[in-house]
């Protein structure tokens, strides 16, 4: 059975970016980094059981939105602490629950909740809750709950 990795370009931070990113997520760890010449080539890391590939190879290329990270959340803590962490040192807030981190790799911050509120069969609910949503940048799980009820 084929596998499927993310295989991140980085200029020269993939050792920076492994580490950074096996910190804020708790089921994370870093599982190999490969060295030539006293200089990091790739690495290979797991966030919550997904495997990643990160290699340095220059700048001829960088990250942007047409690829990001969704990640889905049960809490409004879940929410709060892994944008703080990956928005942190240089990341930039998005709309509607995305984010970049500071290496420009663009994620999706996304309660589990939002999916059925936005495609409640009462349209009137689920446009309260898309309307809710596109006035944040970070989202407020509590606020969308109460934009979908109508309270």
Request: charged letters at 25%; glycine letters at 8%.
């Amino acid at each position: 059975m084929p596998t499927i990795t993310p295989f991140l370009w980085f200029d020269t931070q993939a050792e920076e970016a492994m580490n950074f990113y096996a910190s804020i997520f708790e089921r994370s760890r870093v599982l190999s980094v490969s060295r030539a010449h006293g200089r990091v080539m790739s690495g290979t890391f797991e966030l919550e059981g997904q495997k990643f590939m990160a290699l340095n190879a220059g700048p001829h290329h960088t990250f942007n939105e047409a690829v990001s990270f969704f990640v889905g959340c049960e809490t409004q803590e879940e929410i709060d602490r892994l944008w703080d962490k990956l928005s942190a040192d240089g990341g930039s807030p998005g709309r509607c629950g995305w984010l970049k981190d500071k290496f420009g790799l663009s994620w999706q911050i996304i309660p589990n909740a939002l999916g059925p509120m936005l495609s409640d069969r009462d349209p009137g609910k689920a446009k309260r809750t898309l309307d809710a949503m596109l006035q944040m940048d970070k989202l407020d799980l509590a606020k969308l709950r109460a934009a979908h009820s109508g309270s």
